[in-house]
């Protein structure tokens, strides 16, 4: 009898702008471009719509997940994103691969003790470097880059306080935490490895007012999206690594 396939399960919390899913995909569609080449034979990618209250799986029975970003905020504690809390402690304790991103990040740093909100100094969006720290320089997924590269980045809040017993694997000049680790398979980024320069110029277009009205420059930001091939190297780095 066939072993049953390895599951890699992306859970999708949120969806991203309409035309930004009709011209590129979905937050999942997104990860699974960059993932899909990667897995190994006998490893299915599956993905689960919490917001739409689709049935978590059975930590035991997974290979690893991915947590995706969203428009909602983690503050506002709907009740789909505090059920997750639970199941991510859940599957952390059955040493789960997991890789959280963006609301991800934040979700998990909330659900292991930490604390995310509103960032004081606004929203953050746009093509940014991210630096590694010391422990993120010799740690097993993110010692692979550079100890400083370029990243996407949308969000408004951040990481305010990680879990006491977290690692803080990168930083930049706006946001202490970029990157966490919380055991020895289980991570966290602010930044979006699964975005593409188009998708990150569509996310500008759409928040231009809200970034304007924080004095930024629209145009300069524009003008600084470029690709982030270490930043996206993270993704196919987390499958090699299940």
């Known amino acids: 009898m ?17 035309d930004v899913v009709a011209h590129h995909g979905d937050f999942e569609t997104l990860f699974a471009r960059q993932l899909n080449p990667a897995l190994t034979d006998g490893m299915a990618l ?10 978590l799986p059975e ?15 983690v503050s506002d504690a709907e009740p789909w994103s505090e059920r997750l809390k639970p199941w991510l402690r859940q599957v952390f304790s059955a040493n789960v691969p997991m890789l959280g991103v963006c609301y991800g990040h934040q979700l998990m740093a909330a659900a292991f003790g930490g604390v995310s909100g509103y960032h004081p100094a606004g929203r953050e969006s746009g093509t940014y470097p991210v630096r590694l720290t010391a422990a993120g320089r010799e740690d097993t997924l993110l010692g692979q880059l550079p100890a400083e590269f370029a990243a996407h980045l949308t969000h408004a809040q951040s990481v305010l306080t990680p879990p ?26 602010q930044f979006h490895p699964e975005f593409t320069p188009p998708v990150m110029q569509r996310y ?5 007012e809200a970034l304007e009205k924080q004095g930024e420059n629209i145009q300069v930001l524009h003008n600084a999206v470029h690709d ?15």
């Not at 035991?60 to 909602?72: D, E, F, Q």
């Not at 982030?228 to 299940?242: G, V, Y």
Request: aromatic letters at 6%; glycine letters at 6%; hydrophobic letters at 40%.
């Open 59 to 73: 930590p035991t029975a997974l290979a690893g997940i991915v947590v995706t970003g969203s428009h909602s905020m």
């Open 2 to 18: 066939p072993a049953s396939p390895k599951r890699l399960v992306i859970i999708k919390t949120g969806d991203a702008f309409p």
């Open 228 to 242: 982030t091939p270490e930043a996206t190297s993270l993704l196919p780095r987390f499958i090699a690594l299940l």
């Open 204 to 208: 500008l277009a759409h928040q231009r």
């Open 46 to 55: 599956e993905v689960v719509d919490a917001p739409r209250g689709q049935p």
């Open 164 to 189: 006491a017993d977290a690692t803080v694997l990168a930083c930049n000049a706006h946001d202490p935490y970029q990157a966490l680790r919380y055991g020895p398979r289980q991570w966290s980024v």
